[in-house]
């Protein structure tokens, strides 16, 4: 497995294993009338990768063999009552490949990305209901603060809860 910064000629394998974590994660969740219409290429469109502006959202991709499975996108906190915060604002693994340790090692390359970059809290939205999810950031030290909200993500409205964590100097970069 290889970490690294997506870069541009990435999109259309980002986007791919986003559509597909999207139809399988969210497929009780959300209409199966929406998700079976989600196509890469609609996605890839809205990638911005390679920005050095530290304001943007900045993804991280995990390789094996140099395809790609899974990423991480962070960014500083959408919420405005939240200056001083990082945010996960994306991690996504491929399901053929949940349960590896993809995850793990995203996650933790997107807390030391944010880390990095000053931040010493990050919060994360996840869509209600996702029990995998929760049961997943829990395990890594997130926990809901309460918060939520209802957010229209790719044309659809959905209901997010919260969830936030400190941030520790990272063990290892990458």
């Not at 290429?41 to 790609?68: C, Q, W």
């Not at 490949?97 to 990050?122: E, M, N, T």
């Not at 996702?130 to 997130?142: I, K, L, P, S, T």
Request: aromatic letters at 10%.
């Amino acid at each position: 497995m290889q970490l690294r910064h997506a870069e541009p000629t990435d999109a259309i394998a980002v986007a791919r294993v986003h559509v597909r974590s999207w139809q399988a994660a969210y497929r009780k969740l959300m209409p199966d009338e929406y998700l079976d219409q989600l196509r890469p290429e609609d996605r890839a469109e809205k990638y911005n990768f390679g920005s050095l502006d530290p304001l943007k959202p900045h993804t991280i991709v995990l390789t094996e063999s140099g395809v790609i499975r899974g990423f991480a996108t962070t960014v500083p906190a959408q919420d405005l009552n939240m200056p001083d915060y990082g945010e996960l604002c994306a991690l996504y693994v491929d399901p053929d490949h949940w349960g590896r340790g993809i995850g793990v090692a995203l996650v933790s390359a997107a807390r030391a990305r944010l880390f990095d970059l000053g931040f010493r809290k990050a919060i994360l939205w996840v869509l209600e209901g996702n029990v995998r999810a929760e049961r997943f950031y829990r395990r890594d030290q997130w926990a809901p603060d309460g918060a939520q909200r209802t957010d229209e993500v790719w044309g659809l409205k959905v209901n997010d809860v919260r969830y936030r964590r400190n941030l520790e100097a990272p063990e290892r970069g990458f």
